[in-house]
């Protein structure tokens, strides 16, 4: 494959800036058609993003012959069932994360692209941006010495006004899978198993303390590395706004770093040397570093830093900490 054409099924909120116009933008990539049910709202984002084709069915995006691959860009809910309808016709699929409902249906669409012999990819595109890479790349230069221990924590205030009405998608578990908790920590597993290896051991304890609605919003774990490092995190979604916080901590037997998964703060490595910190701020689309990486392993150029594999392992993680294994 020389170039990459693509279309996306659900050209929502997260194509408008974050992944999107990325397709355009990454040499040997384009975005030929896009696909939502509601037509109008389909051919509105085509002729707003420069799109030629839109569609208001899946089935006629995925069996398009000028489309290569697709981009699945949907709820959870419906991750696998449009990802095995891909894989069935033979194009790459690229699917928005947290990457399924559960572990189960992650081995599901592992196995179909496999038998298929097509590529999968997940939205873990955390994996290529410059913060992220620095992290990798300092504790892998042996400047914290030998890594003891892990700490995650993500608090958020209580926003009633968001659930007077109807509740956002992702606080319903049969769309997402859960809570805010399976919408947010995948992204901090992921990257911590981009950058200490996989978890290998994990569990949980869940409650829901605000009763906004019915899913978790408080989520407490521990778990284990392949390496043997020991990590935990809290996840709670009702603290007071003075209260809020996204941190990760890895801790060494030579110093600290910490550093933020969605707030735009310094990384910040401490260590008897001082204190040095290290602001890189994402690109203007989140994705389009990975979605790069994605177009070169598909033209024979390059290697995508995630893989269907390690997106699962997250979902299997998540899975334990909700004792859903």
Not at 158 to 173: N, T
Not at 188 to 208: C, E, K, R, W
Request: hydrophobic share 40%; aromatic share 8%; proline share 7%.
């Amino acid at each position: 494959m020389q170039k990459v054409r693509w279309g996306i099924i659900g050209c929502g909120d997260v194509t408008e800036v974050k992944s999107g116009p990325a397709f355009n933008k990454v040499p040997d990539s384009e975005l030929v058609a896009v696909m939502r049910r509601n037509v109008a709202k389909a051919r509105d984002y085509a002729e707003r993003h420069g799109v030629p084709k839109w569609y208001d069915r899946a089935e006629d995006l995925i069996h398009d012959p000028e489309v290569d691959a697709v981009y699945i860009a949907t709820p959870p809910d419906s991750h696998a069932a449009y990802t095995l309808q891909v894989a069935a016709a033979g194009k790459p699929v690229y699917v928005e994360k947290p990457m399924a409902l559960n572990y189960a249906q992650c081995q599901e669409m592992i196995a179909t692209c496999e038998q298929a012999g097509v590529p999968l990819f997940v939205a873990f595109y955390r994996r290529s941006q410059p913060a992220f890479r620095k992290v990798k790349e300092l504790v892998e230069s042996g400047v914290l010495g030998d890594i003891r221990l892990v700490t995650i924590k993500l608090y958020q205030s209580l926003r009633p006004e968001q659930y007077k009405d109807a509740l956002p998608w992702r606080v319903q578990p049969e769309i997402s899978g859960g809570g805010l908790f399976h919408d947010l920590a995948p992204h901090q597993l992921d990257i911590l198993d981009f950058i200490l290896g996989p978890i290998v051991a994990a569990s949980g304890q869940v409650t829901n303390q605000a009763g906004m609605y019915e899913a978790e919003d408080l989520v407490t774990a521990q778990f284990r590395f392949e390496g043997g490092v020991l990590g935990s995190g809290v996840w709670c979604f009702s603290v007071a706004e003075q209260q809020q916080e996204d941190n990760i901590e890895i801790i060494g037997s030579k110093g600290r770093l910490t550093f933020p998964t969605f707030a735009r703060e310094p990384i910040r490595l401490e260590t008897a040397a001082g204190t040095e910190e290290f602001l890189l701020p994402p690109p203007q689309h989140v994705q389009q570093p990975f979605i790069q990486s994605i177009v070169e392993e598909l033209t024979g150029k390059g290697k995508c830093p995630g893989s269907a594999a390690s997106a699962a392992r997250t979902s299997w993680v998540m899975d334990q900490i909700v004792d859903r294994g």
